[in-house]
Nanobody, 119 residues
């Protein structure tokens, strides 16, 4: 199974971007999905997560600006980012807890997508 991210790019401060992450392959179900980011010289940090039931959790730094959502039928998670700030510049990674028909489970990461916010 692969997680394929899209939607990153360069945007001016105050602008918006929408990230998408789709899981491809034979999957029984996906539990928690989330977005993390890593800026140069910093550790990877949680941005937002959403459970299979739709409960969400956000980093304090993005509350009120970012919205996470998912389309279970498409095995896809989204991150709508509004009011972007230069401090949001980072590589954004998708993460998912995947359950397979075999009964096994795996935590999987995407390859990352660059988001750059200019001042």
């Amino acid at each position: 199974v692969q997680l394929v991210e899209s939607g990153g790019g360069l945007v001016q401060a105050g602008g918006s971007l929408r990230l998408s992450c789709a899981a491809s392959g034979i999957i029984f179900s996906i539990n928690t999905m989330g977005w993390y980011r890593q800026a140069p010289g910093k550790q990877r940090e949680l941005v937002a997560v959403i459970t299979g039931g739709g409960s969400t959790n956000y980093a304090d730094s993005v509350k009120g600006r970012f919205t996470i959502s998912r389309a279970n039928a498409k095995n896809t998670v989204y991150l709508q980012m509004n009011g972007l700030e230069p401090e949001d510049t980072a590589v954004y990674y998708c993460n998912a807890d995947i359950l397979y028909y075999s009964g096994s489970a795996d935590n999987t990461w995407g390859q990352g997508t660059q988001v750059t916010v200019s001042s």
